[in-house]
């Protein structure tokens, strides 16, 4: 159940996403940079054909790929974690990381550019996203949850195989002759 909650979060946040950036799109792109706070913030309206602080220009179906084995992993990674609660916060951090990762997926594929807006034009720091901050916001989480909230046993389960029925069978004949 809670699989599918997760579900709803990680399509609410994508959602947002594409909203916020079709919003920059159709009004940014036209009427130009919005201050929020003068000299300190604005929305400004860029179209991204790289990474993050423009590594990989015009490389857009080279990052999609790149993006798309992430995907991979992290899906790999919240399918392995276990259904304790423990654990629901590392859950909802991986949610945040693949929503942000899916945002600028779908960006890259339809758009072959991904839409950036938010800038902090006080420290002039380079224009982004909120599928960025997402990522950015959970890789901390992950790095607070880490330190603070798991130990290193705590992710033993990323060591474990789950055995075939037939594996368990031959595990306990072995057992059973000794």
Known sequence: MKKFRHLLYLVLLIVFDQFTKYMALTRLKEQGPLDVIPKVFQFRYHENTGAVWGILNDKTYFLAFISFIIMIGILYFYLKIPSDKRYNLLKIV????????????????????????????????????????????????LILLSFFVYKEEDFEFLNKTKKTSVETKLDENSDNRN
């Not at 899916?102 to 224009?127: A, C, H, Q, S």
């Open 94 to 141: 991986i949610v945040f990381i693949a929503a942000g990762a899916l945002g600028n997926f779908i960006d890259r594929i339809f758009r072959k550019y991904v839409v950036d807006f938010l800038y902090f034009e006080l420290i002039d720091f380079p224009i982004f996203n909120v599928a960025d901050s997402y990522i950015t916001v959970a890789a901390i989480g």
